[in-house]
């Protein structure tokens, strides 16, 4: 009875078994993904309770909320669509984590009236990945193509808010394709971010990559970048690889 009177029309609770996290999901908008759960998998365990974390277009808040055990501290979700912030915020609620998550649905480049520059500790982001087309200007799905083309926000807005939001040697993390990795490590270099970690992220083993995972540390030392050992999604007969079952379903 509880779980219906928090969700509204078309809307389900989606369950990250391993982190024991349930998400309020809606299919007419952009649910979280795989994407997410990596994301959160490849940030560093932090549990100092002064944290500031904030999470830039943070949809229904689902990175966030699956790192809640992993880093101590309060969360800021960053989220522009104002239907998909109050899942979010329904979310957080149905988690009883409330004391720790605040939402604000704004554009991220407005997010320095609601927390000031250079006092953030971590900052995440799964941004829109692919550049805007005709054909995504066209979708009839709005909310999608918002979430998945760079329509509302880009890149260098991604980056530049980051940068802005950390303190000196504080912590970015992102999740991107590889395709725009050039262009991802130039704006990042622009910005004062330094790249220290990279993952790739294999959808079957004889497939090229298709997700990016990279850590960056506000006016972090050049050089010294890691490349991570790989992550394969899927086996040859497509079912999910035990690293990927491990991060749903845990150990």
């Given at each position: 009875?509880?779980?219906?009177?928090?969700?509204?029309?078309?809307?389900?609770?989606?369950?990250?078994?391993?982190?024991?996290?349930r998400?309020?999901?809606?299919?007419?908008?952009?649910?979280?993904?795989?994407?997410?759960?990596l994301?959160?998998?490849?940030?560093?365990?932090n549990?100092?309770?002064?944290?500031?974390?904030?999470?830039?277009?943070?949809?229904?808040?689902?990175?966030?909320?699956?790192?809640?055990?992993?880093?101590?501290?309060?969360?800021?979700?960053?989220?522009?669509?104002?239907?998909?912030a109050?899942?979010?915020?329904?979310?957080?609620?149905?988690?009883?984590?409330?004391?720790?998550?605040?939402v604000?649905?704004?554009?991220?480049?407005?997010?320095?009236?609601?927390?000031?520059?250079?006092?953030?500790?971590?900052?995440?982001?799964?941004?829109?990945?692919?550049?805007?087309?005709?054909?995504?200007?066209?979708?009839?799905?709005?909310?999608?193509?918002?979430a998945?083309?760079e329509?509302?926000?880009?890149?260098?807005?991604?980056?530049?808010?980051?940068s802005?939001?950390?303190?000196?040697?504080?912590h970015?993390?992102?999740?991107?394709?590889?395709?725009?990795?050039?262009?991802?490590?130039?704006?990042?270099?622009?910005?004062?971010?330094?790249?220290?970690?990279?993952?790739?992220?294999?959808?079957?083993?004889?497939?090229?990559?298709?997700?990016?995972?990279?850590?960056?540390?506000?006016?972090?030392?050049?050089?010294?970048?890691?490349?991570?050992?790989?992550?394969?999604?899927?086996?040859?007969?497509?079912?999910?690889?035990?690293?990927?079952?491990?991060?749903?379903?845990g150990?």
């Open positions: 009875m509880e779980n219906k009177r928090i969700l509204k029309k078309d809307e389900r609770i989606d369950q990250l078994y391993s982190q024991d996290v998400i309020i999901q809606n299919p007419h908008y952009f649910a979280f993904s795989l994407d997410a759960v994301l959160a998998d490849f940030v560093r365990v549990h100092r309770q002064k944290i500031k974390i904030v999470d830039l277009c943070a949809g229904n808040g689902a990175i966030g909320l699956f790192l809640h055990d992993k880093l101590g501290g309060t969360f800021t979700e960053v989220e522009l669509q104002p239907q998909i109050d899942m979010a915020s329904r979310s957080i609620a149905l988690n009883n984590l409330q004391d720790r998550y605040t604000v649905n704004d554009d991220i480049a407005n997010i320095n009236e609601y927390v000031p520059k250079d006092s953030v500790d971590i900052v995440l982001c799964n941004p829109p990945y692919f550049p805007v087309t005709a054909q995504s200007q066209k979708n009839p799905n709005k909310a999608l193509a918002i998945r083309h329509i509302a926000t880009n890149l260098t807005t991604v980056i530049q808010k980051m802005g939001l950390l303190k000196m040697n504080g970015g993390y992102l999740v991107h394709r590889p395709d725009r990795l050039g262009e991802i490590l130039q704006v990042c270099q622009k910005n004062r971010l330094a790249p220290k970690r990279v993952q790739f992220i294999y959808p079957k083993p004889d497939r090229d990559a298709n997700i990016l995972l990279l850590e960056l540390i506000k006016d972090g030392k050049p050089g010294g970048m890691k490349i991570v050992p790989p992550l394969i999604v899927h086996g040859s007969d497509g079912s999910y690889t035990t690293a990927v079952q491990e991060l749903l379903y150990k």
